[in-house]
């Protein structure tokens, strides 16, 4: 009898995970964009930093998918199918409760869901998370080979380039949202750089940059009014 054809191994590196990452955040601004485009006619860009078109949270969740799908390679899948269900579910809950606590702002809302926690998860959303990144993970096998291709030579140096540049993308960003909201709520500029930040980075621009973002005390005004 011919023996069975072994399993392509989950390779877990720096490398494949920049380059996952980095493809996450750009195609999931591309999906989300494109089904806006065809649901409502309009093109929206959910992006969330402050240069380039980037969604963070597509670009961990995809990460933490390929991590799960790497160390349960071969074991339960039932185990697996959980594994990714958390990962879902602790990337929203960590996210929705640092913008809540941290910034007093909200960029989803689950609170109408069926069993829920503070608006940020819900049972819904906890199988569609199980679901989404089981169904990912049959394909990464096939990814980590693919992007084992781009480790080494050239890419080595796009890697590095690239990663001091999303360090320093994401570092800014935290700094302008940070301005954002002490702005927002009151706080006056200390330094001859926030008052930079919010000449060149205004409510208005960051508004249309954060397109789903809304500061709590507007989202009570608007249910207060309604």
């Known amino acids: 009898m011919p023996s069975k054809k072994a ?7 720096y490398g494949i995970i920049f380059w996952l990452f ?3 955040n750009l195609a999931g601004v591309l999906i989300e964009g494109l089904f806006y485009l065809i649901a409502f006619g309009k093109w929206e860009t959910h992006v969330v930093t402050m240069w380039g078109p980037f969604c ?8 933490g998918f390929y991590l799960v799908a790497a160390a349960f390679q071969g074991k339960s899948y039932v185990l697996e199918l959980i594994g990714h269900a958390l990962i879902g579910d602790g990337l929203e809950l960590v996210g929705g409760l640092l913008l809540e606590f941290g910034i007093g702002m909200r960029a989803w809302d689950y609170t109408d869901y069926f ?5 940020h998860i819900c049972l819904r959303m906890t199988i569609v998370w199980g679901l989404v990144g089981f169904a990912f993970g049959r394909f990464c096998p096939l990814i980590s080979k693919g992007l084992s291709q781009f480790e080494h030579g ?8 690239l990663s001091v540049f999303m360090l320093i993308n994401m570092t800014f960003t935290v700094i302008c949202i940070v301005r954002w909201s002490r702005r927002h709520y009151g706080v006056k500029a200390d330094s ?20 789903e973002w809304h500061f709590l005390d507007d989202l009570k005004k608007n249910d207060s009014h309604g």
């Not at 399993?7 to 877990?12: A, Q, T």
């Not at 963070?56 to 990460?63: A, I």
């Not at 001859?192 to 397109?211: A, G, N, P, Q, T």
């Open 7 to 13: 399993k392509l191994p989950i390779r877990v590196s």
């Open 22 to 24: 980095m493809i996450a």
């Open 56 to 63: 963070l949270l597509y670009g961990f969740g995809t990460v």
């Open 115 to 119: 069993m829920n926690f503070r608006g």
């Open 154 to 161: 050239i890419f080595r140096i796009f890697i590095i380039i």
């Open 192 to 211: 001859s750089f926030e008052e930079f930040l919010d000449e060149r980075y205004d409510d208005e621009y960051m508004s249309k940059r954060f397109i």
